[in-house]
């Protein structure tokens, strides 16, 4: 056999390679990657040449993720990794929320650019749909179970990152990454299985698939490697199966370890989170129907994205590749059914569909008896596995046209027409059900859909064999259909922004404060959008694992006016257009935008201040008791959890030396024993000093942080380095260790 899968193939291959210079030989290896990084910018294009942005209503980029990133990227370019934020709530450890990625390598080129320019954030949402072309492309090329040709590998690497899990996820790129990683994942598990030398960057592969935080889709990510890793090596001779099973024991091992600095401390997060204490009940909103089988030919059926979606049941991605793709692939399976990969793809494929159909299929029910299982919902993502089943065996289809026999070639094609012909003649019985203002939509794509199979026999027949004009036929026709279908799923015009004289008027107070946002302002001004400019806001993001203390704490307090709320240091109030005042002593100072006004709250206290009379309490309820009660004064009388019973009247000043992410150093002047109260969150890994000396923080009228500073002159300071970080430093440095000397004992073998 001297075919493109062959070993004879590629020593040929690679000893031609080796005749020509070494520039052209680059050129020719980066060539397919830049033109898939092409075919996303052109996908794109109302993005570079429209002013359009994505995606539509802002999703996780622009709401949760992008204020963290803002804050991340200033500390970074000043070479400090910022371990907790003090823009959102009253603080947050950022370190500990695995979906704001601080250690995921495809957020760093972000943070050290910086945020500041809009193309550069959309580019981030970019960059996955490129590392999915990239690693198929790759896959498909250089694994021992495929090594097709460049232009099959290109048809399968431009179906998947266009694909519409990726598409419909567009604001959610922490999901994308775990999506892009998967090609890259089975790669490693082949290099880890094939070669003879121990390779080490399939370790980096897999941590990088626990780093995009995205837990839910790198669960689904590492469920396909292991099925993957099985398949291999129940075909390996018996002698070297626990050989290479330790291998990859050792590299999963090593990789895990590589994330534990951002794993432990989300562990350590995760009991203090709303998710946590949520009631945990069968949750059927979130899957994929078999009606939408459908939206595997025609994704416009039932429409995708916010706007075009009208399905009577929640709105779920479907595994959409292109109807060209889809064609291609069937193919692809046919003529690959001897072959134990096909059978594979057919494995992972029916484990899609039945764990994204839920409660509805048979699979899932039985799995959801594991906590961690029942607890992930919304098993519609997991049809990304089926887009990906599809997208091989539609490379495999192209490569298939090689050699395919001219009788199955004919079958293929007379079933192609025949569905072509069902598609156009079953169109109008079709969308008669369909909702008049939808039927455009599903007419165009079941059209669109049936083209598709008649230009896929045309162009096969034109080019039988050997035709690289009509191979290159079909990533341009994939291409084209998939931008048709796809571009403006989740783009929109970028408007101005008529909040931006409260911006200007914000910024232009130069003291230390927070500024609140009334819950009837949220979408006219969103916190999300303060906190990326800069602004320290009382309020999250919308994030599931916001911390529930603080959450609580914040809706519980009845209105602004109340004594409770002098607490959160809110100089400025966010209000919609003419609303009255929230109570005694706030009162409106900007009135010149369009949608908000500003209030100015002078009972806020400063962000930091003493207290020389405390009440000490036992717990949570207690505390909330005092600080809830109308008579509060908190300027002057502080409760604290288990700590001393203060009782004087001195007085002092306060210098704030270092505000910033993981650290805070105030110089204390005091007359007297005193409570320096922070208006923080106190959480675990935070520990604080006077004069360097270690000394308790107490857990301060509820939530906050409180120091007890004797009389006097006195540094008090609080670090925030927890020591679930510290741990996984420790063992990811132990895998490093461990990595290196293992590459070398079978480098000198």
């Known amino acids: 056999m001297n075919g493109p899968g062959s070993p004879r193939y590629h020593r040929t291959l690679a000893q031609q390679l080796r005749q020509f210079p070494r520039g052209p030989v680059l050129v020719r290896a980066a060539a397919p990657y830049l033109l898939l990084a092409a075919i996303v910018l052109i996908f794109f294009w109302p993005v570079w040449l429209a002013g359009y942005t994505f995606p539509i209503g802002g999703g996780d980029l622009w709401g949760q993720l992008l204020p963290v990133w803002s804050s991340v990227a200033r500390f970074v370019r000043r070479g400090v990794l910022p371990l907790w934020s003090t823009r959102m709530m009253a603080g947050d450890p950022i370190i500990a929320e695995p979906q704001y990625g601080l250690l995921n390598p495809l957020n760093w080129w972000l943070f050290i650019v910086g945020t500041g320019s809009h193309w550069a954030i959309l580019a981030r949402g970019m960059l996955p749909l490129v590392l999915a072309g990239a690693g198929v492309y790759t896959y498909l090329r250089h694994s021992s179970l495929w090594r097709l040709r460049t232009s099959s590998a290109l048809v399968g690497a431009t179906a998947y990152m266009l694909s519409d899990p990726f598409i419909t996820h567009l604001g959610h790129p922490q999901m994308n990454d775990a999506m892009a990683w998967l090609p890259w994942a089975l790669l490693a598990i082949d290099t880890l299985v094939d070669q003879a030398t121990l390779r080490l960057w399939p370790s980096f592969v897999f941590a990088c698939v626990i780093l995009t935080g995205h837990y839910q889709a790198a669960l689904f990510t590492a469920i396909a490697t292991g099925l993957y890793a099985a398949w291999r090596l129940a075909f390996v001779p018996v002698q070297r199966w626990l050989r290479l099973v330790g291998r990859i024991g050792l590299i999963v091992t090593c990789a895990v370890a590589l994330s534990l600095p951002a794993v432990f401390p989300g562990l350590e997060r995760y009991p203090y989170t709303e998710r946590a204490i949520l009631k945990l009940e069968p949750w059927r909103g979130y899957q994929w129907p078999l009606a939408m089988a459908i939206d595997l030919v025609a994704p416009g059926f039932h429409g995708r994205g916010i706007g075009g979606f009208w399905a009577p049941w929640a709105r779920v991605e479907g595994g959409y590749i292109g109807a060209t793709a889809l064609f291609l692939s069937l193919l692809g399976l046919l003529t690959g059914a001897r072959h134990r990969r096909t059978w594979f793809l057919v494995l992972l494929g029916t484990f899609s569909v039945l764990f994204a159909l839920g409660y509805d299929g048979p699979l899932y029910p039985l799995l959801a008896r594991f906590d961690l299982v029942a607890r992930m919902g919304k098993t519609a993502r997991a049809i990304f596995l089926l887009a990906f089943v599809l997208a091989i065996a539609a490379a495999a289809g192209v490569e298939a046209l090689y050699t395919v026999r001219r009788k199955l070639h004919l079958k293929w094609s007379v079933l192609l027409v025949v569905a072509a012909l069902v598609i156009l003649i079953r169109t109008p019985a079709w969308v008669a059900t369909m909702p008049a203002n939808r039927r455009p939509d599903a007419i165009q794509s079941l059209a669109t859909a049936a083209a ?139 009135t010149e935008s369009p949608l908000v006004d500003v209030h100015l709250n002078t009972n806020a206290l400063p962000r930091v201040w003493l207290v020389y009379d405390t009440l000490p309490v036992s717990t949570i309820e207690q505390a909330n008791a005092v600080i809830f009660a109308a008579d509060f004064t908190p300027a002057l009388v502080a409760t604290v959890e288990n700590g001393p019973d203060l009782n004087g009247s001195g007085n002092g000043t306060l210098e704030v030396l270092t505000y910033g992410a993981n650290r805070a150093e105030i110089l204390v002047r005091t007359s007297e024993e005193a409570l320096l109260v922070l208006s923080d969150i106190l959480y675990p890994g935070w520990t604080a000093t006077v004069d360097g000396q270690p000394t308790d923080l107490l857990k301060t009228d509820g939530i906050f942080r409180g120091v007890v500073v004797p009389p006097g002159e006195h540094r008090v300071a609080m670090k925030y380095a927890p020591a679930s970080m510290r741990l996984g430093l420790g063992l990811a440095g132990m895998a490093i260790l461990i990595l290196g000397y293992a590459g070398r004992q079978h480098r000198d073998r």
């Open 452 to 590: 598709a199979a008649l230009s896929i026999v045309a162009l096969s027949w034109a080019g039988v064999r050997h035709s690289l004009l009509t191979r290159a036929g079909f990533l341009l026709l994939l291409t084209g259909e998939l931008i048709i279908s796809g571009t403006w799923v989740e783009l929109e015009p970028t408007g101005g922004n008529p909040t931006q004289p409260v911006i200007d008027y914000l910024n232009a107070d130069p003291n230390w404060y927070r500024v609140d946002v009334d819950s009837k302002a949220r979408g006219l001004l969103s916190p999300p959008v303060l906190i990326a400019n800069g602004f320290e806001v009382p309020q999250g993001s919308g994030n599931p694992m916001e911390l529930f203390s603080y959450t609580q704490f914040y809706w519980a307090v009845p209105y602004k006016g109340a004594p409770v709320y002098q607490l959160l240091g809110s100089k400025y109030i966010i209000v919609p257009k003419g609303a009255q005042p929230g109570g005694e002593g706030i009162w409106p100072v900007f």
